[in-house]
């Protein structure tokens, strides 16, 4: 788990071009919206196809991205438990 | 149409060497860092923290930094937000923009259209960007044309002026086109020195080139 969360930085930061954003800066735990990483909702959008195209995963309901998107260790958990 | 009630009080030029406020220079490419590099050399030196602007495709950046440089130590919160206007122009609208997202979905097999690259692939998504930044709320028009044409632009600012639509213009031209790329801001407002003319903008459009 902890190395799928330190790539998830490296990805998260190289995709949504987080410039000033170091991945240790980056707490696994923390919501990703609403504060910290300031992320918008193109954003989410380019999450979702970050996890389509790294790992081949796809959100079947909308009504999940909230909760699988709430920080790094739920997108990595989701992801671990669809792959 | 001329209108010598507006004037020009400032304005700046960012081509692939260097960065001209009111025609002397401001920031020089001394290295000659590539397009990314030296807008990101000129975001540095310009010393402002949006971390937004990491955001923007190239172009909106250029537009970005040219009208941050422009508004720097000017007061644009003495005038209603909905009286400052932009009218900017270019040729190549946002072509490297739309060839990037064209690259996203050239292959069936890789099929992953970004949604980042996506939004930028209008060139009024930089005005979109400028007025954010700037809280600006006026009208606002971008011209895409075979080369640059002053008086399209200052037409256009000009009758927003008269017909009391707006009390600031922000004109000009950026166009940004693989390696070659370059910016033309001007502020037009009652207050400065040169008149707000066709020829006049002309003549100071031709300052970087």
Not at chain 1, 39 to 67: C, M, R
Request: hydrophobic share 40%; charged share 25%.
């Amino acid at each position: 788990m902890e190395e799928l969360i330190d790539k998830l930085k490296l990805q998260i930061i190289e995709q949504l071009n987080l410039e000033d954003i170091e991945p240790e800066d980056i707490d696994a735990d923390e919501p990703l919206f609403g504060t910290g990483l300031g992320l918008d909702s193109i954003d989410a959008l380019e999450l979702i196809v970050l996890l389509e195209k790294e790992y081949g995963v796809k959100i079947q309901n909308p009504k999940d991205g909230q909760k699988i998107f709430y920080s790094l260790k739920t997108m990595a958990e989701f992801i671990q438990e669809n792959q | 149409m001329i209108n010598n009630s507006l004037k020009i009080s400032k304005y700046c030029h960012i081509s692939s060497d260097r960065v001209l406020v009111n025609g002397k220079p401001f920031i020089e490419n001394i290295n000659g860092l590539d397009n990314k590099s030296f807008l990101k050399h000129i975001y540095k030196s310009i010393e402002i923290a949006y971390s937004k602007f990491f955001k923007m495709d190239e172009i909106s950046k250029l537009g970005f930094l040219a009208v941050e440089i422009l508004l720097k130590d000017i007061n644009l919160s003495v005038y209603n937000s909905e009286d400052v206007s932009i009218v900017l122009s270019n040729s190549d609208s946002t072509i490297d923009t739309d060839y990037n997202h064209q690259n996203t979905i050239n292959d069936y097999e890789n099929f992953f259209p970004s949604p980042s690259i996506f939004v930028y692939t209008l060139p009024n998504i930089m005005i979109g960007e400028i007025s954010i930044r700037n809280g600006i709320k006026g009208e606002n028009s971008f011209f895409i044309v075979e080369k640059f044409n002053a008086e399209i632009v200052v037409d256009h600012i000009n009758s927003l002026f008269l017909t009391g639509k707006a009390e600031v213009g922000i004109g000009g031209w950026v166009n940004f086109h693989q390696e070659k790329y370059e910016a033309f801001i001007y502020l037009a407002s009652k207050n400065g020195n040169i008149n707000h003319s066709a020829s006049e903008v002309n003549k100071l459009f031709n300052l970087i080139t």
